[in-house]
């Protein structure tokens, strides 16, 4: 029976061994996840700042014109009443603002043809750089926007994104930055009534959402 005092030792003594494993394990894991945590942290923190991380969340508007988005689905409700905010009225002198979230305000514009010409003034009402956030109005038959739109990104911002003696573009204005505008004034004699045509920013990417209607009317 004298073994049995050694023996029952022995089996504190491994059964002690084994805590002493448990506990190390339990702490080196408790040590891990808390350097990932600290890890996770850090790396959070400061990819914010990197140059390429989180880039949506950084060139995300600070605010969105609730009320324009509103205001279109309103008019595409088939209301006369609104669709008209968007719509210029019928004038030869013609005046359209572009900001810094591509946007035009006016989807529409509507021309005598009786106008001896027209001029169109485009006022940039962001602060954005033209190189960055540049607006100008192109105007082409509705047939050649897109053609003239996919060209123009080719003809770079030193000629104004628009293509050089290209016909199909109707009249344009030069690229502008935030709080410029500009003027074109071009004659309508050629226009007809009966076709269709678009205006748009032909700034590279622009020409998606920033386009509109060009109507002559008798
Ligand atoms: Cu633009």
Redesign the pocket.
Known sequence: MSDSGIGFSVKRFVIFIVLCAIAILVFEGMGEVGGNMIKDQVSRTTSKFHPEKNVEDRIKPAFVLEDKVAVASAASDSDASTADLWTAEDSCEQVIE?NDM?QFNIKEMKVSAACASVTVTLKHTGVMAAEI????WVLSSDANFMPVATAAAGAGLENNYVPVGDDRVLASTA?IGGGQEISVTFSIQGLSAANAYTFF???PG?YAI?KGAFKVID
Do not use: A, R
């Open positions: 572009g591509l956030m540049g607006h100008n690229i920013c032909s700034f622009h920033m």
